[in-house]
C-alpha cells in the first residue's frame, strides 16, 4: 500500500472504528489538565492560570482550524483554497520569526524566503515523485508540518548566526583582514549555526521509535491502520521534516548573514539578544 | 614627510562613535618605508586610525588616500591583501599552524616552512594545533599569516600588548627586518620605550575631544 493509501486507510478506519474520542472522553482528558493545575497548585508553582489558559486557547485554536480544514480539505473543495492556505502558513510563520527573534535584521523577509523555499522543495519532492498525491487532503497537512516543524530551527538558526559571529568577531574580522570576501571570512561561523539549528532534528530523527512514538504514526494506529503501514507514512514525514529543518536552517543562515555584513565586506556592529 | 604622494594621508577624518567620535577630523601623513609608531593615550582613536587604513573601519566624514588613491574606491580584499594587519589579541583559526598559514592563499609545504623560518618558528610547528601556542608563539603564527599574502604594508596594532619580555624582543626584531625588507610598517604602541626603539617616524595622537588629531 502507497503511504497516501494508508492515509486514506487510516481515515476510512476512522470512521468504521469511531477511533476519534467522544464529547465525554475528550471532557474526561481535561481530568488531566486538572491534575496539571492541582500539581501547579500543591508545589505552589503559580503557573495554574497559564496551564488553564494554554489548555482552553488549544481547544479554542484548534475547533477553529478544524472547522477551517473541514471546508479546505472535502473532496468538494477547491485546490486553490488549500494553497492559499498554504501561503497563509508561510505568512504567519514568518511573522513569528520576527517576532521571537527582534535582533535579527530582516527577519521577516528572511524567514518568508526560508520558510518559501523549504515548502516549495518539499512539496515539489512530495508530489513530483507521487509519495503523496495531490489533494485537498494532503496539501495542507503536509506543507502543515514543513513549516510547523521547521519554525524553531529557523528562530534557532538566525540567533545562532548572530551569535556565532558577534562571539567570533575577531576570528571574522582576521580572516577579512587576509583579504577574504565576507561570505569566505564568516564560513566555519555560518557552519556552527546550521549544525547547531539542525542538531535537535536530527536528534529526534535518530530516537524516533525508541524514546518517543511520533505524532502522525500514534495517530494512524489508533485509527486502526496496521503499524507496518504506519510506520511507512512516519518515515516519509520524518524525512520530510528532516529535510525541510536542513532547506530552512540553511537559506535562513545564509540570508540573516548578508545582512550583518556591509557592501565593502565589514562586518557590521551586532545586536545582543533581548 | 612632504613626498607627494604618502603612503597614508588622512583629511579631515572622523570616525564616529556610539557616544563620542572616535576619531575626530584627523589630519596625518604617513610616510613609505620603515616604521612608523602611532602613539596616543587610551581612547585616542590609534586602533581606529590603524583599522581605517584596511577599511575594517570606514570614517563617518574625511577621506583616507593610499598611495594617492582614495581607498573608500578600492576593492576591499584587494586593498587587504597589500595592507596585512596583525591585532593586539592574537586570534588562532581553528586546526593547524600549517591551516592557519593557509588560511587565505593555497601553500605547499616548503611554502607554509619558509614562512614559519621567516618569523623564527621551528618547521615542526606547522603540524602543531595553533590553539595550543604559547602568546608569543601564536602572534608570529599570526605575522606568518599576515605575510601569506606578501602585503607591501603591514599593520601592527600594539601585537606585542600581551607578550613577555622575550617575545617582545622577538616580535620587535621581526619587524625591523621586514622594514629593511622594504616592508611599510604602521605600529601602534602606547609603551614610549617601544615607541623610541622601533620607530623610524612618529604619529601622536591626542584625545579626540581635545580637538582636531594628527
Request: hydrophobic share 50%; glycine share 10%; with cysteine.
Amino acid at each position: 500500500m502507497s503511504a497516501a493509501g494508508a492515509v486514506m486507510m487510516a481515515i476510512a478506519a476512522d470512521r468504521q472504528t469511531g477511533a476519534a474520542p467522544t464529547l465525554w472522553g475528550l471532557t474526561a482528558s481535561g481530568g488531566l489538565v486538572a491534575m496539571a493545575v492541582a500539581i501547579s497548585a500543591w508545589r505552589r508553582l503559580g503557573v495554574e492560570r497559564a496551564v488553564l489558559w494554554a489548555a482552553t486557547r488549544a481547544a479554542l485554536q484548534l475547533a477553529a482550524i478544524g472547522a477551517a480544514l473541514t471546508l479546505v480539505v472535502s473532496p468538494d473543495a477547491p485546490l486553490v483554497w488549500s494553497w492559499v492556505w498554504v501561503l497563509a502558513m508561510v505568512f504567519f510563520a514568518a511573522v513569528t520569526v520576527r517576532r521571537r527573534s527582534p535582533e535579527v535584521p530582516a527577519a521577516f523577509v528572511m524567514g518568508l524566503l526560508a520558510f518559501s523555499a523549504t515548502t516549495l522543495t518539499s512539496l515539489a519532492v512530495l508530489f513530483g515523485f507521487g509519495i503523496f498525491a495531490v489533494s485537498p487532503r494532503t496539501v495542507v497537512p503536509l506543507a502543515g508540518m514543513v513549516v510547523g516543524n521547521s519554525l524553531s530551527s529557523v528562530v534557532l538558526a538566525a540567533r545562532r548566526t548572530i551569535g556565532e559571529l558577534r562571539d567570533h568577531r575577531d576570528e571574522v574580522e582576521s580572516r577579512l583582514a587576509l583579504g577574504l570576501t565576507a561570505r569566505a571570512a564568516a564560513q566555519p561561523q555560518l557552519r556552527a549555526a546550521i549544525r547547531d539549528a539542525l542538531v535537535p532534528q536530527v536528534e529526534t530523527t535518530k530516537s524516533v521509535g525508541l524514546v518517543f512514538l511520533p505524532g502522525a504514526m500514534v495517530g494512524l494506529i489508533l485509527a486502526g491502520v496496521e503499524p507496518a503501514d504506519a510506520v511507512r507514512v512516519q518515515l516519509a514525514v520524518m524525512y520530510l521534516i528532516l529535510g525541510s529543518v536542513a532547506v530552512t536552517t540553511t537559506v535562513m543562515v545564509l540570508g540573516v548573514s548578508t545582512r550583518l555584513f556591509t557592501p565593502d565586506q565589514r562586518l557590521a556592529e551586532l545586536p545582543r539578544a533581548e | 614627510m612632504t613626498s607627494p604622494n604618502p603612503l597614508f594621508e588622512y583629511q579631515e577624518v572622523t570616525v564616529a562613535g556610539a557616544d563620542r567620535p572616535r576619531l575626530r577630523r584627523c589630519s596625518v601623513r604617513i610616510p613609505e618605508g620603515g616604521i612608523t609608531v602611532i602613539t596616543g593615550p587610551s581612547g585616542a582613536g590609534k586602533t581606529t586610525l590603524l583599522r581605517c587604513c584596511n577599511r575594517l573601519t570606514v570614517p563617518s566624514e574625511g577621506t583616507i588616500d593610499y598611495r594617492g588613491v582614495d581607498v573608500a574606491t578600492i576593492d576591499p580584499p584587494t586593498l587587504r591583501r597589500d595592507v596585512g594587519m596583525v591585532f593586539q589579541r592574537p586570534v588562532a583559526f581553528p586546526g593547524s599552524v600549517a591551516d592557519n598559514l593557509r588560511a587565505a592563499v593555497e601553500l605547499g609545504d616548503d611554502e607554509v616552512g619558509e614562512l614559519l623560518d621567516r618569523v623564527g618558528l621551528a618547521q615542526s610547528f606547522g603540524t602543531r594545533r595553533a590553539a595550543e601556542l604559547s602568546g608569543g608563539e601564536a602572534q608570529r603564527m599570526c605575522l606568518a599569516r599576515a605575510l601569506t599574502t606578501n602585503p607591501s604594508v603591514l599593520l601592527a596594532d600594539e601585537p606585542t600588548a600581551s607578550l613577555d619580555r622575550d617575545a617582545v624582543g622577538v616580535l620587535e626584531g621581526l619587524a625591523r627586518q621586514l622594514a629593511d625588507a622594504g616592508t611599510s610598517l604602521l605600529w601602534v604602541t602606547h609603551d614610549r620605550a617601544q615607541a623610541q626603539r622601533l620607530g623610524d617616524h612618529q604619529v601622536a595622537l591626542g584625545l579626540p575631544e581635545d580637538g582636531p588629531g594628527g
